[in-house]
């Protein structure tokens, strides 16, 4: 009998275990919506690899904070919202932050949490006063412990562009934390940190605080599925892979633009501040980079100009090896030069670079 007993209980274990798997949670996965440009919304598209690892940090619980870097409108902070889902399917009490969103919830069903956040978020009207939030998250995440809360997901989005470089690394730590040194046991943590703000990157690298993984565009088939979502008449798939090198935001302006690549182009000259005292300034450098970004990997490349260039969301600098575990769903090509892809260091998208080159024959 007990025997048998034990027997049924390993099976119910294989079979639960199976069940939660990717593939098969991923095919019957809730998709998310998500607002693409105005009055049309889409379903999340593809990202099967990303899916995947969620499903895993899901199951096992992530052993460091992981910090997801990559170009602005890559979809980072889409994945984050279907991975809320996916974890609260999954019996997580989920905590999210996002203060671009001014997003701040906590499912950890606790009155007096909810409650505290309630009042706090009454007292702030600025993004930069949300973000000052973002200490909470802790808290909530020390106290859902103390109530006895055994699955938490800490999920914070597009924070570290509010703050100083230190004081990020400070939050992952803070998360680091909870995860070694909880109050209370616990039975699984995920803690998840996404930002396309590229210099936090390297000061939290430094003190090895956090899992750091790369996310890239989508890659060709998922980006291709997305496409054709978009309703009306648009230029072939090929034109528009060429320009936005699978990044979904820059497929919503050129549709928002009724797909004139021009005003896109000089949408971005103006958003990210290209300047002709800047162009003037480093005009030799940026005529070799616009051609090969890897060119700035040269030694005596100025380490001025790349931090202006990362700061602006204009490259990713120091790609990560396109190992499988350093990335977040499909890494890039190792190098595609049409697409200003380098081995270690690559332009945010075509589009990006375009902004460049335009500038520096316009101006
Ligand atoms: N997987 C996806 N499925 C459908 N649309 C997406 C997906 N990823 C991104 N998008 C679209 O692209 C936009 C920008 O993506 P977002 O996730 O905000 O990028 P990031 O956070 O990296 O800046 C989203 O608002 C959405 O419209
Ligand atoms: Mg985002």
């Not at 949670?25 to 379903?43: D, T, W």
């Not at 998250?137 to 570290?160: P, Q």
């Not at 648009?234 to 690549?261: E, I």
């Not at 090896?321 to 998208?349: C, F, M, N, S």
Request: with cysteine.
């Amino acid at each position: 009998m007990l025997g048998k007993h034990l027997y049924t209980e390993k099976l119910l274990e294989e079979l639960l275990h199976r069940a939660s798997t990717a593939h098969e949670c991923g095919s019957v996965m809730k998709r998310v919506k998500i607002p693409f440009a105005p009055s049309l919304e889409v379903e999340f598209t593809d990202r099967e690899k990303g899916v995947e690892q969620v499903f895993e940090w899901a199951e096992k619980g992530t052993g460091f904070p992981v910090v997801i870097y990559g170009p602005e409108g890559c979809g980072k902070t889409s994945l984050l919202l279907q991975a809320v889902e996916i974890l609260k399917e999954m019996n997580y009490n989920v905590i999210y932050f996002n203060p671009l969103r001014r997003r701040f919830e906590a499912e950890v069903g606790i009155e007096s949490v909810r409650q505290a956040i309630l009042d706090h978020l009454k007292q702030v009207s600025t993004e930069h006063e949300f973000a000052k939030l973002i200490w909470l998250v802790i808290d909530v995440a020390v106290e859902a412990l103390k109530h006895g809360k055994k699955r938490i997901a800490i999920i914070v989005d597009d924070a570290f562009q509010f703050m100083g470089v230190k004081e990020a690394a400070a939050l992952v730590k803070g998360m680091l934390e909870i995860i070694e040194h909880p109050e209370e046991s616990y039975e699984r943590i995920v803690a998840v940190a996404a930002t396309s703000e590229g210099l936090s990157r390297f000061e939290i690298g430094r003190h090895r605080w956090a899992e750091i993984r790369a996310m890239w565009n989508m890659p060709r088939e998922g980006f291709e599925e997305l496409y054709n979502r978009i309703p009306g008449p648009k230029p072939s798939f090929d034109d528009v892979w060429r320009l936005t090198g699978g990044n979904p935001a820059l497929l919503s302006r050129l549709y928002q633009a009724r797909w004139d690549a021009n005003a896109v182009i000089h949408l971005l000259i103006e958003d990210k501040g290209i300047s002709p005292s800047f162009i003037s300034k480093w005009r030799k450098w940026l005529e070799e980079a616009v051609r090969d970004p890897d060119t700035l990997w040269a030694p005596d490349a100025p380490q001025e100009l790349i931090n202006e260039l990362i700061e602006r969301n204009l490259i990713v600098y120091i790609m990560h090896r396109r190992l499988e575990y350093r990335w977040v769903d499909t890494p890039p090509p190792e190098k595609d030069l049409e697409l200003g892809i380098g081995r270690h260091i690559a332009w945010q998208t075509p589009l990006h670079r375009e902004a460049i080159k335009r500038a520096l024959q316009e101006l």
